[in-house]
């Protein structure tokens, strides 16, 4: 590997240790130029020429890993893919994968598209649509109430042979009556909007209900796949884990979570550790970035993990004591 | 809706089938149970599962849920407030003491 610094100072060799450097030059650009293409990269930039990464270096590209707590799994399968390694689910997930990124894509689309003519089926418009045909049929009870009251004044008075008093109760009748019309017409406008939005929801139920199983189906895969590749590597990772700790520089890493424990378990509780141990178990050949303690020197960490390394200093600005 | 829920085995495989044939009926499947829209057909699908496995079919009929019609405003604004509270630790019980939001206890008495 050739790697010039953006001074124009040129590292080669399989083992380039940036960490004593003045120019602080951070893991994530070190990546990005691992990975950029040759002639995209404009001069006066980071600029590394290696082997192009291949399948396992984007979870593996660093260590410390982008995830805080990588997981056995998640790293074997990085582990798996660098050499080749084909889970048989891999052609069902590759399938499914597919099918759940149109799924998503056809969401998006519809949500993007004719916003006009689609009915909105958020739960706030559903809401509304429930609570207007609810104040409706309050409003309709009551005038019926109403109606029942003011018929049977008409009669009383009629009864009583009190002209005056019927026609006015009449007149509020017809009034009440009128109205009461109004508000059926406005309940059954209600009801019949409401009922609309709920075929529509229940549509886009139906959409979710396909997704969330295929997004399980997805899960599922992936699960017997890491499975898959945990039970082929374990007996592997734990002979590097093994290895790693029997290093001369893995009692100094006090700055690792499992501090200097020489308890193998609490060495596979560190993230740390475990990413080590799958990179020194995958078959790569891009470089990998080191930003973290256990060797004492680029050209070691080079020699143990079997890749060319590129060691920077810590992103988040603490001291590695031990590259001094 | 007709909810058509299934215990047993058997009711469950003829469940399934029914819903394999007649889709154009079903509203959800939820894995032993069905929701079946409201047709004469649904009926009679449901009541033919119904006469074939007994007792290990429980048919009910389901209405839309209106909170605005069929639930007091307190329990309502209750349930939006507690959602929205500080604190996700919070228990109920203690989001409500002191505040005019009613009490599980209260609630648990009083029917809709």
Redesign the interface.
Same mark, same amino acid.
């Given at each position: 590997m050739r790697l010039r610094l953006p001074d124009g100072s040129v590292h080669e060799g399989a083992a380039i240790d940036l960490a004593g450097d003045s120019l602080a030059v951070g893991v994530d650009e070190v990546v990005a130029a691992i990975r950029a293409d040759e002639e995209a990269d404009a001069t006066g930039a980071l600029r590394i020429d290696c082997p192009p990464p291949g399948p396992g270096h984007d979870r593996l590209s660093r260590v410390p890993v982008s995830k805080p707590t990588p997981s056995r799994g998640w790293l074997l399968a990085a582990v798996g893919r660098s050499r080749g390694l084909r889970s048989p689910v891999a052609d069902d997930l590759d399938r499914l994968e597919a099918r759940l990124a149109e799924h998503r894509d056809r969401a998006a689309e519809e949500s993007a598209g004719d916003e006009r003519e689609r009915a909105d089926t958020s739960a706030a418009a559903l %809401?509304e649509a @429930? @609570?207007r045909? !609810? !104040?409706a049929? !309050?409003d309709e009870s009551r005038l019926r109430e109403r109606v029942a009251t003011l018929r049977g004044r008409v009669n009383a008075h009629r009864d009583a042979g009190d002209d005056e008093a019927t026609a006015a109760a009449r007149d509020e009748l017809v009034e009440v009556a009128t109205e009461l019309s109004e508000v059926e017409t406005e309940r059954v406008a209600a009801e019949q909007r409401l009922s609309a939005l =709920?075929r529509a929801a %229940?549509s886009e @139920?139906d959409s979710r =209900?396909a997704r969330l199983k295929l997004e399980d189906a997805v899960e599922n895969r992936r699960r017997e796949a890491r499975a898959q590749f945990a039970a082929e590597l374990g007996a592997e990772f734990e002979a590097a884990l093994r290895d790693l700790e029997s290093l001369p520089a893995a009692a100094e890493s006090a700055d690792s979570p499992a501090g200097s424990s020489s308890e193998s378990s609490d060495l596979e509780a560190d993230p740390v550790a475990r990413a080590l141990a799958a990179v020194r178990l995958a078959d790569l050949s891009a470089p990998v970035v080191l930003s973290c303690g256990w060797f004492s020197d680029a050209e070691a960490a080079a020699n143990w993990l079997g890749v060319p390394v590129v060691r920077c200093r810590p992103s988040d600005g603490r001291a590695d004591h031990t590259g001094r | 809706m007709l909810l058509v829920v299934t215990y047993s085995q058997a009711a469950r495989t003829t469940l399934r089938n029914i819903c394999r044939t007649h889709d154009e009926v079903v509203v959800r499947r939820l894995g032993r149970a069905a929701l079946f829209d409201e047709t004469e057909l649904a009926a009679f699908l449901a009541l033919r599962l119904r006469e074939k496995h007994d007792e290990a079919v429980q048919i009910e009929r389901t209405e839309p849920f209106n909170e605005f019609a069929a639930v007091p405003d307190a329990v309502r604004e209750a349930a939006a407030a507690y959602e929205d509270r500080e604190s996700p630790a919070t228990p109920y019980s203690k989001f409500a003491s002191g505040t005019d939001h009613p009490s599980a206890a209260e609630m648990k008495r009083r029917e809709l």
């Open positions: %809401r @429930r @609570r045909v !609810a !104040a049929g !309050a =709920e %229940r @139920r =209900e | -």
